[in-house]
């Protein structure tokens, strides 16, 4: 075991296989702990194969393990070296626990998958544990269709690991607009580890040498994003054949196509934006927040990140979201748009050109996010920047302490989502 230090620190696991969402999501919250905690340092383990494209603030680092990408039929593969699939889990695996070992983190916090990518991670979580490491698990809003999750949950062994090895259980969201864990047989000790933050506030990073529009496109314009890229062919397609039809929205559209789209498929639509007077693309911008900040509306699928974008900067959207593998998307759109933060489109209208030319009009006369008005709802790095100021606090003796201790803070942390209103 590694000597006791005196500055505390942090060890972030970031689930990651394809795609921005996960990745995103910790580097944000990495971001708020060390601008709330002095002399605190984080280290996030992350398997994004461009990770390295983003900068990250002083205190906060990042080791990246090798990549490895999930297949059409749920296996996965090796991303990039000539490696079965067993050998590269081993070797993240390894890395992992080492880095773990000699970092000595007093908080573990897991990103989603309770015990890591197909298991990962519980060697170093035991080990973590022994030491008194307090060990949290993280959940987006919405996890997936209840009987679906239930089906993934029961194979990999999850909730023995939330009841067995966690101290707590942090929801970046709110319990009125959706509980992650929904129809699933939940055991009350593990109800009473779970913590609802409210949702991740983003800001416009400071000090940026280029916060300029890209070539092509003025204001006003709506924003068109698909994440990381990977599955948002359709969404992409959709766009263009709305501003290709003949009652096309006059207002400019700036598409991101995302790093993971497939460059052949990039390409074919290049070719198609360059023959439209109101459409511009770009690959990737490592701080879209700029780009959202300064759009009159989005259209996107509605993943974790992009919604909490989307509330922070009280942006008109519509959200048009992908329904399969999962039904995380849907279920979080169906949910806003109830609630009037969004509109939605369903694939099944989204591909008619008319309706998404009709849809994207209309944004510009829709109502901003801010109009509803749901207590706590961007409260999340600031409540997350308290449990980890308490825990902190607490020391390696946490595991030790007393039940009502425990309760004492979850009720601090569900007092504060209900303390303050939305922006």
């Known amino acids: 075991m590694a000597s006791k230090k005196a500055r505390p620190r942090v060890l972030i696991y970031s689930h990651d296989s394809f795609g921005l969402g996960h990745l995103r999501r910790c580097r944000a919250i990495a ?48 991303l990039n070296l000539l490696l079965d699939t067993d050998q590269t889990m081993a070797m993240r695996e390894s890395i992992m626990k080492h880095t773990a070992d000699i970092f000595d983190p007093d908080i573990l916090l897991v990103d989603k998958e309770p015990l890591g990518l197909r298991g990962e991670m519980r060697e170093t979580i035991e080990m973590l544990k022994e030491r008194g490491t307090r060990i949290i698990l993280g959940l987006r809003d919405v996890m997936d269709d209840p009987n679906l999750l239930k089906a993934e949950w029961r194979r990999k062994k999850a909730m023995p690991a939330l009841r067995d090895l ?190 998404m030319a009709t849809a994207i009009r209309q944004l510009r006369q829709q109502r901003r996010p801010s109009q509803v008005v749901v207590p706590g709802m961007l409260d999340g790095l600031e409540n997350v920047n308290r449990l980890v100021a308490m825990h902190l606090a607490e020391g390696r003796t946490a595991s030790k302490r007393r039940p009502e201790t425990r309760q004492n803070l979850l009720t601090v942390a569900a007092d504060s989502n209900t303390s303050n209103s939305a922006r």
């Open 166 to 355: 966690y101290d707590d259980i942090w929801v970046y969201g709110l319990p009125q607009v959706h509980d992650p864990l929904e129809e699933l047989d939940v055991p009350q000790s593990v109800r009473r580890k779970m913590v609802y933050t409210g949702y991740l506030e983003r800001t416009v990073p400071q000090n940026l040498h280029d916060d300029g529009l890209p070539d092509g496109i003025e204001e006003p314009f709506v924003l068109v994003t698909t994440g990381g890229g990977g599955d948002g062919d359709l969404l992409v397609d959709w766009v263009l054949k709305a501003y290709e039809c003949k009652r096309a929205p006059t207002i400019p559209a700036l598409i991101v196509f995302g790093p993971f789209m497939q460059p052949e498929v990039k390409t074919a639509f290049q070719e198609r934006v360059d023959k439209l007077e109101h459409v511009t693309a770009i690959t990737f911008n490592a701080h879209l927040e700029t780009l959202m900040a300064r759009a009159s509306g989005v259209v996107a699928m509605g993943g974790y990140n992009t919604f909490c974008e989307i509330l922070s900067f009280d942006k008109p959207a519509l959200i048009v979201p992908r329904q399969v593998p999962r039904k995380e998307q849907l279920i979080r759109a169906s949910r806003a748009q109830e609630l009037g933060l969004v509109s939605m489109l369903t694939e099944e209208m989204a591909e008619k050109p008319e309706a």
């Open 31 to 78: 971001h708020a702990m060390v601008g709330s905690v002095e002399d605190l340092t984080v280290l996030i383990l992350s398997g994004s194969p461009i990770i390295g494209s983003f900068d990250f603030r002083a205190r906060v680092d990042f080791v990246r393990v090798p990549g490895v990408i999930k297949l059409r039929n749920g296996e996965y593969t090796s």
